[in-house]
């Protein structure tokens, strides 16, 4: 069956005899991370990481923090952060996930309550000190004990897996990869746009 006429045929037909195509490496197209709080848990960080603690700014709050790494991981923001061959993450995002269970069990699963107090007070005192704002989130829809997720968690398991990022919108192909997972990435919006990920 012939799919393409004209000037772009010659290309498709080339594209069509490669031996490997995208769906034998990447199963899963998604989005970024959707918080539905983006002020509160976006962060600028302030400085470099030391002793498993990063110094950062919020704006909901306008207040400066010292917060452990281990949850706060470094975000980029679309077109501004993923460009071609390289991501250059300019923002922190706390991910109250745990993500060892996620990857495993392959759904969404929150660092319970009574291990983040134990072992990252700092950053659960922050989300804490927002639990209003947060359990408020889509007309209440976040007031239970999972108030401080995300609403839309749905990606979250594919997150710490290795990935193809770029841009929702760029001027050419701008594709990176993370190996090791340790790139987060926004669904949308937020200055910079949003990204999505092959994974």
């Avoid at 291990?115 to 639990?131: G, Q, V």
């Avoid at 997972?181 to 200055?191: D, H, L, N, T």
């Amino acid at each position: 069956m012939e799919l393409c006429r004209g000037e772009g045929a010659g290309l498709f037909e080339k594209l069509q005899k490669m031996p490997v195509k995208l769906g034998d490496i990447a199963s899963k197209l998604f989005q970024g991370l959707v918080t539905s709080a983006d002020d509160i848990y976006f962060l600028e960080p302030l400085g470099k990481e030391r002793s498993g603690l990063v110094s950062v700014h919020s704006r909901a709050t306008e207040k400066d923090y010292e917060v452990e790494t281990a949850v706060v991981k470094p975000l980029c923001k679309g077109s501004l952060d993923a460009r071609r061959y390289a991501v250059q993450p300019s923002k922190r995002v706390v991910f109250p996930y745990d993500v060892t269970r996620t990857r495993d069990l392959r759904r969404a699963t929150l660092i319970s309550p009574s291990y983040f107090k134990s072992h990252y007070p700092r950053i659960w005192a922050y989300l804490e000190e927002n639990k209003g704002a947060l359990a408020g989130r889509e007309n209440g829809k976040m007031r239970h004990d999972g108030w401080y997720g995300y609403v839309y968690p749905k990606s979250i398991p594919l997150f710490s897996l290795s990935k193809i990022l770029t841009p929702s919108i760029a001027a050419r192909a701008s594709f990176s990869f993370d190996s090791d997972g340790e790139i987060y990435f926004v669904g949308s919006g937020g200055g910079g746009g949003g990204a999505m990920a092959l994974s």
